[in-house]
């Protein structure tokens, strides 16, 4: 095992806490600065019928609350932390990416915004 996994997900776990909450947050704040709930995006929302550009902007946002999430975690419960938030964030997004949004988007855009995930958040930290 990895000298940076070794930390027990236990020990990591008010990193992770902090991390994900604010991940919640700080998507809500972006979404409202960057227009991701901007008129035309609420009316693509009801059927998914986002442009390229407003997929890349919902990806941006992503990156910016994952590299968020990292540098809280990694301030409790240092690199280990954010290591372990990755996995969790990945481990939770993965079903849904696969189960219930897969034919909403294109493949493209679900390798883009779950392949970053763990290096982003990780090295964040």
């Known amino acids: 095992m990895s000298p940076i996994m070794r ?14 909450s604010d991940g919640w947050l700080s998507a809500v704040q972006h979404c409202s600065c960057f227009g991701c709930s901007g008129p035309l995006t609420a009316l693509a ?50 079903p849904v990416h696969l189960i219930s949004v897969w034919t909403d988007y294109p493949l493209w855009y679900h390798l883009e915004y779950l392949l970053p995930l763990i290096p982003v958040i990780g090295l964040a930290g």
């Open 7 to 20: 930390r027990s997900a236990f020990e990591a776990s008010p990193a992770l806490r902090l991390g994900c």
């Open 45 to 94: 929302a009801p059927t998914k019928a986002y442009t390229v550009t407003m997929l890349l902007g919902r990806l941006t946002v992503a990156v910016a609350d994952s590299a968020t999430a990292g540098c809280v975690a990694a301030r409790v419960g240092g690199p280990q932390g954010t290591w372990w938030l990755g996995l969790l964030l990945l481990a939770c997004s993965t």
